[in-house]
C-alpha cells in the first residue's frame, strides 16, 4: 500500500535521503507536502518540480502548515528546537510521526507523550531505530536495559588535554556518517549521544539508568537490548540512514533494498569499549538534565545549539561547548525565577520555549566567561 508522506527539513541530509527513498519506491511512498529552512531554495525547487506535492513552502510556519497536511507520515528532520511545533502538529493531525527530530521529544517530553497515540511515533535515530527493532524479539516487561551504541566521534581515544586545539574543521571530520555541521560537532563532543540517552528512556519508558552507551567505532551495530535472561538482540548493518529512514517511513514494514547489508564474505573486527566520561562529560551531564526533568532537557539542548554556533564561527573553544552547557545547567537548576523552570502543575509549550530563551541567553554571556574548572 502506498502511503502519502510529508518530509519536513528536505533539503537537510536527513529529507534529501527520504527523497531518494521516495523515488527509489513509487510503489511504496508519494510525497503530498515538503518543507525546509530556506537555506538551499534552488535544491528545494527542484525538489518541488520534481515530486509535485500539494503543499510546499519554506521557513517555520511553512513547516507548521506541512506537518498538518493530512497524510500518512511526516517525516521531521528538522534539526534543533524548532521542530517541537511541527512535531506536535503532525500528532494532533493524526499522522504517524517518524521522528529524526530528537530535540522535539527532549525537550517536549511528557508534552509530546501525551498528545502521542500508543506506536504514532517512530524513532528514525539509526540507534532508536535499532532498539525499536531489537524489542521485537520480547515484550518490555522483559527488557533489561539498552545499549547504544557511539562511534566516538572523531577524537576518540584523546584525552581532555589533547581536545584543546581542536578546529571546526578537524570536529566536522565524522568517522562514518556524512551530516550537517550541527549534528557533526555533537558527535564529536558526545553531546548527541546524550541527547539520546534522554530520548531513549522517554521513547521506550525505561529509567535512565537502564539506558547505557559503549563505544563502537566501526557502527554497525547501532544500539542493542538486553534481556532479563542474558539474551542481547542488536540490529547491524553498515552506516547509512537509509534503513531507519524507510523503516520510519514504512513501519512496521521494511522496504526491499532500502540500504546496504553487511559484507558477511570479509573479514572484519568489531570492537566495543567503555566511553570516557571524564574526556567527554556530555552524557553524563545529559543523565542530570534528564534526572532533573522538567524544563532542564531543553536548557541542556538550547545552550549547546548557542555553544556549537560559536565554535563554528571561531568564537568558542571546542572545550568550552559542554562547559558552557554546565554552567547553564547549573543555573538552571538552582535558579527559581525568570521563566527558568515551570511552575505549573503540567509542562506547557511556553514553559519549554521559556527556558528555550533563557538558556540561549545566558549561555551567549558565558560565550566569553572563563569556566570555574578553566585553568
Not at 187 to 211: M, Y
Not at 213 to 227: A, G, I, K, T
Request: proline residues 7%; charged residues 20%; contains cysteine.
Amino acid at each position: 500500500m502506498r502511503r502519502d508522506v510529508v518530509i519536513l527539513g528536505s533539503t537537510g541530509s536527513i529529507g534529501t535521503q527520504a527523497l531518494d527513498l521516495c523515488r527509489a519506491h513509487p510503489d511504496r511512498f508519494r510525497v503530498v507536502g515538503l518543507a525546509a529552512g530556506g537555506s538551499r531554495p534552488d535544491e528545494f525547487q527542484r525538489q518541488v518540480d520534481e515530486f509535485a506535492p500539494s503543499y510546499a513552502g519554506l521557513g517555520d510556519a511553512a513547516a507548521l502548515e506541512a506537518a498538518g497536511t493530512p497524510c500518512d507520515v511526516v517525516l521531521n528532520g528538522i534539526t534543533g528546537a524548532a521542530g517541537l511545533r511541527p512535531t506536535l502538529t503532525a500528532l494532533e493531525a493524526g499522522s504517524t510521526l517518524a521522528l529524526a527530530n530528537k530535540e522535539s521529544l527532549i525537550i517536549g517530553g511528557p508534552i509530546v507523550l501525551d498528545l502521542a497515540a500508543p506506536g504514532q511515533i517512530v524513532p528514525v535515530d539509526s540507534e532508536h531505530s535499532a532498539v525499536a527493532q531489537a524489542l521485537r524479539a520480547g515484550t518490555g516487561a522483559e527488557v533489561r536495559r539498552l545499549v547504544l551504541t557511539a562511534s566516538g566521534g572523531p577524537f576518540r581515544g584523546r584525552s581532555a588535554d589533547d581536545l584543546a586545539d581542536v578546529t571546526p574543521a578537524d570536529a566536522l571530520k565524522h568517522p562514518n556518517f556524512a551530516m550537517g555541521p550541527v549534528i557533526t560537532v555533537n558527535s564529536a563532543t558526545l553531546v548527541n549521544k546524550g541527547l539520546e540517552v534522554i530520548e531513549a528512556a522517554l521513547l521506550f519508558d525505561l529509567p535512565l539508568e537502564r539506558v547505557d552507551v559503549v563505544v563502537h567505532p566501526q557502527q554497525l551495530v547501532h544500539s542493542m537490548v538486553e534481556f532479563v535472561d542474558g539474551s542481547t538482540i542488536a540490529q547491524a548493518s553498515p552506516p547509512s540512514m537509509l534503513i531507519p529512514i524507510a523503516l520510519g517511513m514504512g513501519w512496521p514494514d521494511r522496504v526491499p533494498d532500502a540500504g546496504p547489508g553487511c559484507d558477511w564474505t570479509t573479514a572484519s573486527t568489531w570492537t566495543f569499549e567503555p566511553l570516557d566520561d571524564e574526556a567527554f562529560p556530555a552524557v553524563v551531564l545529559a543523565r542530570r538534565a534528564g534526572a532533573a526533568g522538567g524544563t532542564a532537557p531543553a536548557v541542556y539542548n538550547a545552550a549547546n545549539e548557542v555553544a556549537v554556533a560559536a565554535f563554528l564561527d571561531g568564537r568558542l573553544p571546542f572545550t568550552r561547548i559542554v562547559a558552557v552547557v554546565a554552567d547553564v545547567l547549573a543555573a538552571h537548576t538552582s535558579a527559581q525565577d525568570g521563566g527558568v523552570r515551570s511552575t505549573s502543575p503540567r509542562l506547557t509549550v511556553d514553559d519549554v520555549l521559556a527556558a528555550d530563551t533563557w538558556a540561549r541567553a545566558e549561555a551567549t554571556a558565558r560565550l566569553t566567561t572563563p569556566h570555574e574548572g578553566d585553568s
